[in-house]
Nanobody
Framework: QLQFVESGGGLVQPGGSLKLSCTTS????????LDWYRQAPGKQRELVAQ???????AYGLSVKDRFTVSRNNVYNTLYLQMNSLQPEDTAVYYC?????????WGQGTQVTVSS
């Protein structure tokens, strides 16, 4: 099975920054669109950011001025740089890819923004 390993979550105060990472040995990231989603308690899972195979990126309106998605194809790693974090960003963050019609998800990493 395809397995993603996520890291970088944690506790940060409002206005702080975190950088999330997601990697896998089972899929070449360079040729796929890669996504970051998040899910806060009691809320639907939300698409946060996407990076396409040509490295164009798209963002949800709530994060587009604060988050940056990137990819390192040599290390087969997806990143999400999160700046100016606010309490409403608190959620479990998941990397995601659609491959051959199937959805693959990372295990999730908790981001908590609190003073």
């Amino acid at each position: 099975q395809l397995q993603f390993v996520e890291s970088g979550g944690g506790l940060v105060q409002p206005g702080g920054s975190l950088k999330l990472s997601c990697t896998t040995s089972g899929l070449r990231f360079s040729i796929h669109t890669l996504d970051w989603y998040r899910q806060a308690p009691g809320k639907q899972r939300e698409l946060v950011a996407q990076i396409f195979s040509n490295n164009d990126a798209a963002y949800g309106l709530s994060v587009k001025d604060r988050f940056t998605v990137s990819r390192n194809n040599v290390y087969n790693t997806l990143y999400l740089q999160m700046n100016s974090l606010q309490p409403e960003d608190t959620a479990v963050y998941y990397c995601h890819v659609v491959y051959k019609g199937n959805n693959y998800w990372g295990q999730g990493t908790q981001v908590t923004v609190s003073s």
